[in-house]
């Protein structure tokens, strides 16, 4: 993209382009105008046929893997709400900031799609509330891009500097709250209180403390409660099971449906394996799973073992160190995505990059290489850093000591060793990731450079040596000469490979 625009956040016209000269440049063959109606299972398998999609002409294709990226394109509408219908959703209403002069606004949600609407209006609306269950998320709080981003936060400072905008919480559900309309004005209020009143006094308009109203009459009432993957495109044959919230397709940690065998998922829908953890439901973490998933189908279905290098014990902490400083996807997909280094029975080592850690129990079905015995390279935040109304600017929030690089609170490598992953003791991560036979934490670096050589090279070779119970140094020729004659054959492992 860096060639396409030189903005921070750049329009979402010039990332169309982008993909746009993207295919055209690798020829893809790609069925434009396209829109897919039904999806069902054969019930022959006949020429390997499995699935069979309908489009919008009828037209009829047929393939034995399917892979859904189609994202998560329905507004999430609450049922239980009643007059939701008198509230305009956030996937339709006008992006023109004149449209909302001089009005009330509320704002259901405290999400990003909600502050993304406030900040679009709040230099012309008279004033705006915003309401929603839980307390509010800063993204910078709780490490979590999904949160809301400082960018869309201009409501919070007119909130807390003297305006009239808002934000409250309300500990009701949806069920108990209705949005009611008295002429050209609309009111949230309790539903059982508004039913109750409208039955005693059904001409009477509500005011601020009438029926249990919340905050005040509002000329326009806005539902941003986010979106959900729509499965009205499968019938009951080649229908998914409904996973985390209602939201996502239930899914394995290979990417496939949970109950609809050969059917994967890349991109957004994704996002269940690592809701509120990591950036898996945006670009800059599904571009990294979606890779993942395109190495594993290459396993499963043409053989092509997951790629990797083979490494020798001396030169692994040269290569952990590589990788800790330049490993895009291990960074931006912390905690979900690991290099794993696979310690073969001939102590050879099989490097491979970027593997879902949730897999690593099926190691060789997800990648074709076989062993329990792992060491893993992940990202992760410290333990108690992150979390909504976290001080994260807090004195003393750095660890700079090394004899504390455990303490480190920001995004920092951490290397885990399984001597046997698989056995009972190695659960599911992120609550069980630190069962480890050894763990590593390096520490943290203000520029997210870890090359000093006393603070986070020579703690990680003392690792690795832990792990092999050698010395991994490297020694000249000859003074592996020297060693070799002084101690014969017990010389370290760097003088065997040149003697």
């Known amino acids: 993209m860096r060639y396409y625009s030189d903005d921070y956040f750049p329009h979402a016209s010039t990332y169309v382009k982008y993909l746009q000269d993207f295919a055209e440049g690798l020829g893809l063959n790609i069925k434009y105008n396209t829109e897919i109606l039904s999806i069902a299972r054969q019930n022959s398998y006949r020429a390997g046929l499995t699935f069979s999609l309908t489009d919008q002409y009828g037209l009829s294709y047929q393939c034995s893997i399917l892979i859904v990226s189609t994202g998560m394109s329905l507004p999430v509408i609450p049922d239980g709400l009643q007059g939701i219908h008198y509230a305009e959703g956030y996937e339709s209403i006008s992006v023109d900031p004149r449209s909302f002069e001089g009005k009330v606004v509320l704002i259901l949600g405290k999400g990003n799609s909600a502050f993304e609407t406030a900040s679009n209006m709040v230099g012309s609306a008279s004033y705006i509330h915003m309401i929603s269950r839980s307390r509010l998320r800063l993204a910078c709080q709780t490490h979590y891009v999904g949160d809301v981003r400082a960018i869309n936060s201009e409501l919070i400072d007119s909130y807390q500097l003297k305006s009239l905008d808002g934000l409250f919480e309300s500990e009701l559900g949806l069920e108990d709250q209705a949005i009611i309309k008295k002429g050209r004005r609309l009111y949230l209020v309790l539903s059982n209180a508004y039913d109750e009143a409208k039955r005693k006094y059904p001409d009477k308009l509500p005011d601020d403390n009438a029926f ?31 996973g985390m919230d209602d939201k996502y397709p239930d899914l394995l940690p290979n990417y496939e449906s949970s109950t609809v065998p050969h059917m994967y998922f890349a991109g957004a829908a994704t996002h269940s394996l690592d809701h509120r953890k990591s950036a898996g439901g945006f670009i800059h973490g599904f571009r990294y799973t979606a890779r993942a998933l395109y190495r594993h189908l290459q396993w499963r279905y043409h053989g092509v073992r997951w790629p990797s290098i083979s490494l020798s014990p001396v030169d692994l902490t040269n290569h952990f160190v590589k990788r800790m400083n330049e490993a895009s996807g291990v960074f931006q997909m912390f905690d979900v995505l690991v290099d794993v280094a696979v310690i073969r029975n001939d102590n050879v080592i099989d490097y491979l990059e970027e593997v879902p850690f949730a897999s690593l129990h099926m190691i060789k079905e997800m990648t074709g290489h076989d062993s329990k015995q792992l060491i893993t390279l992940s990202m992760q935040y410290g333990q108690n850093y992150s979390g909504a109304g976290k001080d994260v600017f807090s004195e003393g929030r750095a660890s700079a000591n090394v004899r504390t690089a455990d ?40 520029q997210t450079d870890w090359t000093a050589r006393h603070s986070h090279i020579i703690p990680l070779r003392r690792y690795v040596e832990a792990i092999y119970d050698a010395d991994l140094r490297y020694y000249s020729a000859e003074m592996c000469f020297k060693l070799l004659l002084t101690y014969g054959t017990n010389i370290p492992l760097s003088c065997t490979q040149i003697m």
């Open 212 to 242: 249990g109203t919340f905050g005040s009459a509002y000329d326009r009432i806005i539902r941003c409660f986010g979106f959900k993957f729509d499965f009205s495109v499968f019938t009951d044959s080649a229908s998914p099971t409904v």
């Open 407 to 446: 303490l480190s609170n920001f995004l920092h490598p951490v290397f885990h060793y399984y001597e046997e992953f698989g056995n009972s003791k190695y659960l599911f991560p992120k609550e069980e990731i630190n069962k480890a036979d050894l763990y590593h934490h390096v520490l943290e670096d203000f």
